[in-house]
T-cell receptor
Framework: KAGVTQTPRYLIKTRGQQVTLSCSPI?????VSWYQQTPGQGLQFLFE???????NKGNFPGRFSGRQFSNSRSEMNVSTLELGDSALYLC?????????????FGPGTRLTVT | LAKTTQPISMDSYEGQEVNITCSHN???????ITWYQQFPSQGPRFIIQ???TKVTNEVASLFIPADRKSSTLSLPRVSLSDTAVYYC???????????FGSGTRLSIRP
């Protein structure tokens, strides 16, 4: 089986712009979660989707949003980008149907905001 | 406020057993603890998971004491390829919160 794929792998944006990141989970996995990783804050949970519904949400501002499609693919959107949004954004999928159990991570999208 | 802490770094030698501890508070009896390994430029990779006492798989063991205020990842006979950052993750099911530990950078020497 193919692993979790994320596109694009690298992205450079300017403050104030918005960005959309894409994630394709492992075939058959219906739970998709998103994480932000920075040197200062480490790994932080953004949100989790299951069957097109947001199930859990971390402590991030409303500028961060996501959605999941009927084929389980997911997108994450960040509006009005700030310099502090520069990070590695990781997507993970789970066969168990929840991020509380074993997850498979993609390689991430490196976002740089200038 | 849920908080999960780990040692920043650890050093060991090939062939040794390494134990990495994660301290967590307010964890319920059915909250799972999961450990992940991360290499540079890669996403984290699942190692082991459990919610009580001891769990063992082909690569590691996980120990959770009765008070559930900490958990310990045990890596038997480490090799150079085990040099990585190790993260614990606690899933607080009642609060629907997922908290990663700060990560432990493990360095293995020949």
């Amino acid at each position: 089986k193919a692993g979790v794929t994320q596109t694009p792998r690298y992205l450079i944006k300017t403050r104030g712009q918005q960005v959309t990141l894409s994630c394709s989970p492992i075939s058959g996995h219906r739970s998709v979660s998103w994480y932000q990783q920075t040197p200062g804050q480490g790994l932080q949970f953004l949100f989790e989707y299951f069957s097109e519904t947001q199930r859990n949400k971390g402590n991030f501002p409303g500028r961060f949003s996501g959605r999941q499609f009927s084929n389980s693919r997911s997108e994450m959107n960040v509006s009005t980008l700030e310099l502090g949004d520069s990070a590695l954004y990781l997507c993970a999928s789970s066969a168990s149907g929840t991020a509380f159990y074993e997850q498979y991570f993609g390689p991430g999208t490196r976002l740089t905001v200038t | 406020l849920a908080k999960t802490t780990q040692p920043i770094s650890m050093d060991s030698y090939e062939g040794q057993e390494v134990n990495i501890t994660c301290s967590h508070n307010n964890i319920a009896t059915n909250d799972y603890i999961t450990w992940y390994q991360q290499f540079p430029s890669q996403g984290p990779r699942f190692i082991i998971q459990g919610y009580k006492t001891k769990v063992t798989n082909e690569v590691a063991s996980l120990f959770i004491p009765a008070d559930r205020k900490s958990s310990t990842l045990s890596l038997p006979r480490v090799s150079l390829s085990d040099t990585a950052v190790y993260y614990c993750l606690v899933g607080y099911s009642s609060a629907s919160k997922i908290i990663f530990g700060s990560g432990t950078r493990l360095s293995i020497r020949p």
